[in-house]
């Protein structure tokens, strides 16, 4: 069983920086990637980066490469978005989701909706 809990969103004006934070209850935190995805309203849900726990590897949406850093603390099994130079593009719900690194073959992966599990969403909104 794998629950997850975002935190950390609101609202921030252009050029501001947020951390949001996905807490994960799992046994075996280094089997899984952790990845963040985003929905803006009106728009398709796009994937922002992932990582995989058991190396440590990871990638970006390209629109937030240089911005974004992801990364994951194991004693908490806490994965981390650092958010910097924010935009109104990036405006939107962010999710958070978690599926075996055996999956983990990219941000547009099928697997993700297959087989991961969600977090509740935290909203995000950037203003000008």
């Known amino acids: 069983e794998v629950t997850l809990v975002e935190s950390g969103g609101g609202l921030v004006q252009t050029g501001g920086s947020l951390r949001l934070s996905c807490a994960a209850t799992v046994f075996t935190f280094e089997d899984y990637a952790i990845g963040w995805f985003r929905q803006a309203p009106g728009k398709e849900r796009e994937g922002v980066s992932y990582i995989k726990n058991n190396d440590g590897t990871t990638d970006y949406l390209d629109s937030v490469k240089g911005r974004f850093t992801i990364s994951s603390d194991h004693a908490k099994k806490t994965v981390y978005l650092e958010m910097n130079k924010l935009i109104p593009e990036d405006t939107g719900v962010y999710y958070c989701?978690?599926?075996?690194?055996?999956?983990?073959?990219?941000?547009?992966?099928?697997?993700?909706?297959?087989?991961?599990?969600w977090g509740q969403g935290t909203q995000v909104t950037v203003s000008s």
């Open positions: 989701a978690a599926v075996s690194v055996i999956f983990a073959d990219g941000l547009t992966s099928s697997t993700w909706d297959s087989f991961g599990r």
